[in-house]
């Protein structure tokens, strides 16, 4: 089992709501990331767990809220955003260290109304 | 902070024609990764050069480390369709105390059938 797996694929919400973003991997990899993506962009790094511990805060608002419950899982906890966080949220993992290989999920497009 | 300029930033050409994208920097890197994003999908790793002046190919596709590794070019003989997509490099600076990837700026590929 080779994949990242995300849900939802595409999330409309208000800026009043609150969601959750999910992510799992069963490769045993030890370093879960979540990026931001604007079109025709590169992703920017928002948070790196590594061995369930968060490692790597990029200074992201605290509406976006980061969980790591066990090494397969990561969540993205929404609440409160903005328009301009409508973007793709991908997760991906990477077997030890934060600068190995990624594998990515396929994104979940969220729309902030 | 390592920056990566990715050249050119888009291109669009003829199915059969070869063509090259460069990643530069400034700052020396201790590998460098190559991913293809195809819309609505999350990047996939194609390659990983480690050692200066390294070549590796993949099928239509050859990738290089510049000699002080600071730099990386990827060459597609014959390009398809199916080669459509963001092709992004990114860096490996943790022997110099990054402990996160860099990214590039990115080169949106499209082939015209």
């Known amino acids: 089992d080779t994949e990242v797996t995300q849900t939802p694929k595409h999330l409309v919400m208000g800026m009043t709501n609150k969601k959750s973003l999910k992510c799992e991997q069963h490769?045993?990899?030890?370093?879960m990331y979540w990026y931001k993506q604007k079109a025709k962009k590169p992703p920017e790094l928002m948070f790196v767990?590594?061995?369930?511990?968060?490692?790597i805060n990029e200074s992201v608002p605290s509406r976006f809220s980061p969980e790591c419950p066990n090494s397969s899982l990561l969540n993205l906890h929404l609440h409160a955003l903005q328009p301009e966080d409508s973007a793709l949220y991908l997760c991906?993992?990477?077997?030890?260290?934060?600068?190995?290989?990624?594998?990515f999920g396929e994104g979940s497009r969220l729309t902030v109304l | 902070t390592q920056l990566l300029e990715q050249s050119p930033q888009f291109l669009s050409i003829q199915e059969g024609e070869n063509l090259t994208v460069y990643c530069n920097s400034s700052?020396?890197?201790?590998?460098l990764q190559w991913y293809r994003q195809e819309p609505g999908e999350g990047p996939v790793l194609l390659v990983t050069?480690?050692?200066?002046?390294e070549v590796k190919k993949l099928k239509r596709l050859t990738f290089q480390f510049g000699d002080a590794r600071k730099d990386s070019s990827l060459h597609i003989t014959a390009a398809q369709p199916g080669d459509t997509g963001l092709y992004l490099c990114?860096?490996?600076?943790?022997?110099?105390?990054?402990?996160?990837?860099?990214f590039g700026t990115g080169t949106r590929l499209t082939i015209i059938p």
């Open positions: 991906a993992s990477s077997l030890i260290t934060s600068t190995g290989e990624l594998f």
């Open positions: 490769m045993g990899h030890r370093a």
């Open positions: 767990y590594s061995y369930e511990k968060l490692s």
């Open positions: 700052s020396v890197f201790s590998s």
């Open positions: 050069v480690v050692t200066g002046g």
């Open positions: 990114a860096g490996d600076a943790s022997n110099f105390g990054n402990e996160k990837l860099t």
